[in-house]
């Protein structure tokens, strides 16, 4: 190995999250087949250790923060619900379909379970969200009515240009209480609008909405 462990680890904070980081090290700081296998196992363990939410004590031997660790973990998790709230959308329009077109009321009921799994997948991550989140004595009610927020009333229209990718067309679209850009992917509902577009915090988020 070219480098210390611990400047690998340091380099790996500052980039992993840039696509085709190692690359961009290896152009930057050189990297042997010792470091590129040392980063590729610490990505990799990291990942896995996300991924099981084990973002507190057995993290502290990647010589990270818990308060960056808190957010990889916040970064998954948001991702993860914006994912199966697309899944969750293309169910609800199917089964809106089949019903429009009075198909048999069996394939509608094939549809039934695992749209459920997928939302009770996707409200297991919003719980834990929730719960990383310095809440400052908000209840779950407050915290669910913010969710439930009317995108169109919030956003003023049913289509506008999306602002995170700051597109020029009208590509995202308001449905219920979430917005979707059906160019970048991005998926919203009012809380990730205000955090996001608005930049506020979770707690001025909610507050502002409930």
Known sequence: MIHSPKSLVHFWQLTHNRPGWMFFLKDRVGLDRGDWEFLSDLDDDFNQKVKRGHYKKDLEAFGVSREWVKDRRTAYLEKGISDL?????????EIAIMRDRDEP????LMLKKPLE?????????????????????LTEEQIERARQFPMTELIGKKRIPCPIHQGKDKNMGA????????????????????????????????KELS
């Open 117 to 137: 799994g997928l939302r009770n997948r996707r409200d297991k991550m919003r719980r834990e969200l929730v719960n990383m989140e310095n809440t400052c004595g």
């Open 175 to 206: 449905k219920g209480n979430f917005a979707h850009c059906f160019v970048c992917g991005v998926t919203l509902d009012a809380i990730g609008w205000l955090m996001k577009v608005e930049h506020k915090s979770f707690v001025e988020a909610v």
């Open 85 to 93: 709230t697309k899944e969750i959308f293309k169910i609800e329009d």
């Open 105 to 108: 009321l069996f394939g509608r």
